[in-house]
């Protein structure tokens, strides 16, 4: 009996098509995880990050301590209570900084300072910190823990805005802290911004986790 031997060009077009499949559906994986959560690859760097973070606020360096931080130091935690979430705060708003976690604009006051501080934060990739900041209600605790004391604000209301609509850190008439991120989610058109203001300070808790 005869046997049919199969081409090498079929052999390679068959494979190519398994592979093909694996990736389509590794792909629609990704972007169900993206939709439901937040994309995988990135939550993973971002949470290594965030742990790295931590360890750097246990033992912060000199200038943090003397409210001086450069680009990339770890600076302090944001909390959100309502929302059950809490992350590690670093100096700076760059590509490289938001990728580690929520970024303080440097332009801005420290939290607990007098004026106007900012916050930035990734919705949808990077351990996505900020994906439901849409949530947050007239009222909602914002707690930011700095190695110098614990500063509670409440929000007061939450703005649609165009990207370069920077006057919204501009100083005003109470200390106040805002939130920033890309709306809507999975786009960059617009920036949704959340004002919270001033409501209290307490003894600094920051520790080790």
């Given amino acids: 009996m005869a046997h ?7 052999a390679g077009v068959r494979f190519l098509a398994s592979v093909l499949m694996v990736t389509g559906v590794l792909l ?25 973070l931590g360890d750097a606020l246990a033992s912060p360096p000199p200038r943090v301590i003397e409210r001086k931080p450069l680009p990339g130091d ?6 959100l209570p309502t929302q059950n979430r809490s992350y590690r705060v670093i100096e700076g708003t760059g590509t490289a900084d938001l990728r580690k976690g929520p970024g303080h604009y440097s332009d801005t006051p420290l939290p607990g300072q007098r004026g106007t501080v900012a916050i930035a934060g990734h919705r949808t990739t990077y351990g996505a910190p900020f994906r439901k900041v ?7 605790r914002v707690i930011v823990d700095m190695t110098y004391g614990r500063f509670t604000y409440r929000v007061e209301k939450t703005r649609i805005v165009r990207p370069e609509q920077t006057d919204v850190k501009r100083r005003v008439g109470h200390d106040r802290l805002i939130l920033t991120a890309c709306h809507p989610l999975y786009s960059a058109a617009q920036r949704i911004v959340v004002f919270a203001r001033f409501d209290g300070r307490g003894p600094a808790r920051l520790k080790r986790n």
């Avoid at 995880?33 to 937040?38: E, G, N, R, Y």
């Avoid at 849409?134 to 909602?140: A, E, M, P, V, Y």
């Fill in 4 to 10: 049919k031997h199969r081409s090498p060009a079929r």
């Fill in 28 to 52: 629609i994986l990704d972007a169900g995880l993206t939709v439901a959560w937040q994309e995988p690859i990135s939550s993973f760097f971002a949470s290594r990050q965030q742990s790295q």
């Fill in 74 to 79: 770890a600076i302090g935690k944001i909390t």
């Fill in 134 to 140: 849409d949530q947050l209600k007239r009222g909602d």
